[in-house]
Nanobody, 119 residues
Framework: QVQLVESGGGLVQAGGSLRLSCAASGSTFSINSMAWYRQAPGKPRELVAAITSGGTTTYEDSVKGRFTISRDNAKNTVYLQMNNLKPEDTAVYYC?????????????WGQGTQVTVSS
């Protein structure tokens, strides 16, 4: 079992920055990919960014150049640095972990952290 705990959400003005953190515990040795998803009201959950254990990353098109995902394997923590935030980035952000390769269908989810960007 893997437990994921997010932190770092909050309220920020458009153009501002936030950094989300996700600490993993439990059977962390089994984790391959880690990712951040988000879900805005009335919309489906979407992949924002993901990173493999080897450091390969992928990003949703609307966040490329503004968000950076990174991973500290020694601390079992993944980060999402979000710069130049826009009101449309407002959502609940979820950390996710996948045991096998790939980005889809994570095996574990965090509880989510709210990010609100005011205009």
């Amino acid at each position: 079992q893997v437990q994921l705990v997010e932190s770092g959400g909050g309220l920020v003005q458009a153009g501002g920055s936030l950094r989300l953190s996700c600490a993993a515990s439990g059977s962390t040795f089994s984790i391959n990919s880690m990712a951040w998803y988000r879900q805005a009201p009335g919309k489906p959950r979407e992949l924002v960014a993901a990173i493999t254990s080897g450091g390969t990353t992928t990003y949703e098109d609307s966040v490329k150049g503004r968000f950076t995902i990174s991973r500290d394997n020694a601390k079992n923590t993944v980060y999402l640095q979000m710069n130049n935030l826009k009101p449309e980035d407002t959502a609940v952000y979820y950390c996710a972990a996948r045991l096998s390769s790939g980005w889809a269908d994570p095996d574990y989810w965090g509880q989510g952290t709210q990010v609100t960007v005011s205009s």
